[in-house]
């Protein structure tokens, strides 16, 4: 984790729409699949607690649970292939082909770069999205672990002249490439 944003405080809902950046609607959509997706296992793991399962249960409730895992995954290979990531990295992590896993998701991909303001609730108001998934994780919830919790909106692109976050040298350190027009 970066400490680019310090204690600075974004309201994301203040921020103009424009301003969100194609990485940072990949983001937000990626932290709206992921919520349902924690909050899905949280109750899965209070019901093993509870005791109160019948025969069949945690399997039952497991394979449930993949639709929230596998929303997750596609948000999360979208958001990489926005970031710039390989069909061959996101295939080799994932134990498949670049080929295969281009097959699987390049559609949706085209279909979610192709969408307009009308198709999606994040392009109509990216702030108000942010804020939820802010709110989020900033919140304590009992699944979760660690004690530092960045919002998302401090890092999105859109906030970095709030943040005096340098976009440029966080994209190229993901990449792991230098940055040499601004020496970074």
Known sequence: MSSETGDVRVDPQ???????????????ELGSAAEPAAASFGLYAQMLGEDLAVAGDYVRQAAYRRQNVESLVSAAVIAE????????AIGSILGMSAEEAEEKWGREEASWRSRSVVDSQVLKNPG??????????????????????????????????????????????????VCTPCAH
């Open 14 to 28: 203040e921020l103009p729409v424009a301003s969100f950046t194609t990485s940072d609607i990949a983001r937000i």
């Open 81 to 88: 292939r926005v970031r710039g990531t390989s069909w061959e």
């Open 128 to 177: 108000r999205r942010a804020a939820k998934v802010d709110r989020y994780i900033a919140t304590d919830k009992p699944y979760q672990f660690g004690t530092v919790r960045r919002p998302l909106s401090a890092s999105l692109d859109a906030a970095a002249y709030l943040t005096g976050r340098d976009v440029a040298a966080a994209d190229h350190a993901f990449t792991g490439t």
